[in-house]
């Protein structure tokens, strides 16, 4: 399956002294990621309130979409996103290890891979698309890299280390 479109999950963050939305670090990573993939459809995916200031800085660093699914403040993001997925059938779908403003357990992106019977890679620093699957270095302790290979679609999980 070629590289049609890459999808990054976007939340929205919390500035640690103030308290002030902001893009999340990890989906930002996430972002510069699939940036520099260059080439597909790349769009970015919300699930949250449309108005959120916040969201407007994802568009700042060279997104040309973001669709926000308005499912609440309080509602479970899976199942939003996994319809949203099914519909739009992305090769290639990045998120951050966990959300930074709500009580996260890190378990989205993994929840997300398994409802959409895909392959999940997770720690990734760095990305490239070769023909039908992705390459990802991953970020290991002590500074070590190791590549892994995955078919596509798959999901990617951006870490610190990126």
């Keep these: ?3 049609h479109d890459v999808a990054v999950l976007a939340s929205v963050g919390r500035h640690p002294a103030s308290g002030r939305p902001r893009r999340a670090l990890d989906d930002a990573r996430a972002l510069e990621l699939a940036l520099r ?3 597909p459809r790349l769009g970015g995916v ?12 994802y568009l700042g660093m060279g997104i040309a ?9 309080d509602a479970d993001a899976l199942d ?5 997925l099914t519909e739009r059938k992305p090769s290639l779908v990045l998120t951050g290890a966990r959300t930074e403003s709500d009580d ?3 378990l989205l992106p993994y929840c997300l891979a398994e409802a959409l019977d895909t392959a999940l890679v997770a720690h990734a620093v760095d ?9 990802v270095t991953q970020g290991l302790p002590r500074g070590r890299r190791r590549k892994r290979v995955a ?3 798959a999901v990617v999980v951006v870490g610190a280390a990126a």
């Design 37 to 39: 993939l260059g080439g």
């Design 46 to 57: 919300h699930v949250g309130s449309p108005p959120e200031p916040a969201l407007r800085d």
């Design 80 to 84: 939003p996103l996994v319809g949203w």
């Design 151 to 153: 078919a596509l679609p």
């Design 127 to 135: 990305i490239a698309v070769h023909g039908d699957s992705v390459v």
């Design 65 to 73: 979409e973001l669709t926000v699914l308005d499912a609440g403040s």
């Design 104 to 106: 996260s357990t890190g």
């Design 1 to 3: 399956m070629p590289l």
